[in-house]
């Protein structure tokens, strides 16, 4: 009988959430996604060291300031050039998330990150750029997209993320699962059972909405907690997937029932919500789990960008 990962991936596109080569390797999904959290683990891998040399040379050739900085961003694309040569399908590669309420500024940074793929030698239809789901963001995307750059929406917890982005015809989006759950635990002060955890009711109300009124942005489920979450939404349009989830879907036999599917959602009677920068404001702020936790996405995603400018700094020394 087919594996887990295998039923899954005949109704779901499965992506790797991982910045390791050898991870991705092993599994072969079609395509990958990394964040600061990932390559920063990764940069400390000693397997890895030769890509962070590269990348730290690559940055002091621009410039005696903000080496390390600098070398923050070639670092991930040295990674997502890597990754691009074993999946079949695309990298998403992380902005910034210091420029999260930055629209120019995130639009410059994108530009930059795909212009070092370009003269890498990759394609930008490989590429997504992604970008913490504020306003701003999405209004960054907006333009982006215009300009063929194609955008994954991420740290997206609300509706209201959601329709902003389909309606700035963003690529994909990624709604974090766990943490959704992760917030609804300790609110509630209890679990949930997969069907009705919270994190998969958001994703499967972003996957109804888009289907049923026409939009082509894709969803990608993200931050699992366990596999359960994973195979209740079977049939979203992609999941990433960490891999100790995907050994464990690997390894098991256990039938996959489809759980999302177009053609029913296309009949569902799901109002259309008219979204502008007012709406979205307000729909923000009366979600309590979705303030908290971009405002905590952002932060980590911070954290995560300066501990890694840190490992990079101190290892400038040692280049000859």
Not at 63 to 80: H, M, N, S, T, Y
Not at 88 to 117: K, M, N
Not at 150 to 164: E, K, R, W
Request: aromatic content about 6%; glycine content about 6%.
């Amino acid at each position: 009988m087919a594996s887990t990962l295998d039923q899954l991936k005949s109704m779901t596109v499965v992506v790797a959430d991982t910045g390791d080569l050898q991870q991705v390797g092993t599994f072969r999904p079609r395509d990958a996604t990394t964040n600061p959290s990932l390559i920063a683990a990764a940069a400390g891998m000693p397997e890895y060291a030769p890509l962070v040399e590269s990348a730290l040379r690559w940055s002091r050739a621009q410039g005696p300031k903000d080496i390390a900085a600098r070398a923050v961003d070639r670092l991930a694309v040295e990674f997502g050039l890597k990754i691009l040569n074993i999946v079949e399908g695309r990298v998403s590669t992380e902005v910034d998330a210091r420029l999260s309420f930055d629209t120019a500024a995130t639009v410059d940074r994108a530009r930059s990150l795909i212009a070092q793929y370009e003269r890498a030698g990759a394609s930008r239809e490989r590429v997504l750029i992604k970008i913490a789901g504020t306003w701003e963001g999405i209004c960054a995307a907006k333009i982006l997209e215009q300009e063929r750059i194609h955008c994954n929406v991420t740290l997206l917890f609300g509706l209201h993320q959601a329709i902003a982005s389909a309606e700035a015809n963003v690529t994909l989006v990624s709604p974090f699962v766990g943490r959704i759950l992760d917030w609804y635990r300790k609110d509630a002060a209890r679990d949930f059972v997969p069907s009705e955890d919270p994190g998969v009711l958001s994703v499967a109300s972003v996957y109804n909405y888009y289907k049923r009124h026409g939009y082509a942005t894709e969803v990608m489920g993200a931050s699992f907690r366990n596999t359960g979450e994973i195979l209740e939404l079977a049939g979203c349009d992609l999941l990433t997937i960490s891999p100790a989830f995907l050994s464990q879907l690997d390894s098991s036999t256990t039938p996959v029932v489809r759980k999302l599917d177009p053609l029913r959602s296309r009949g569902m009677d799901i109002p259309k919500i008219p979204m502008n920068e007012e709406t979205f404001q307000r729909m923000h702020a009366e979600d309590r789990m979705a303030t908290d936790k971009l405002a905590d996405g952002i932060e980590s995603f911070n954290k995560a960008l300066i501990g890694l400018e840190t490992q990079l700094d101190a290892r400038i020394a040692s280049l000859s």
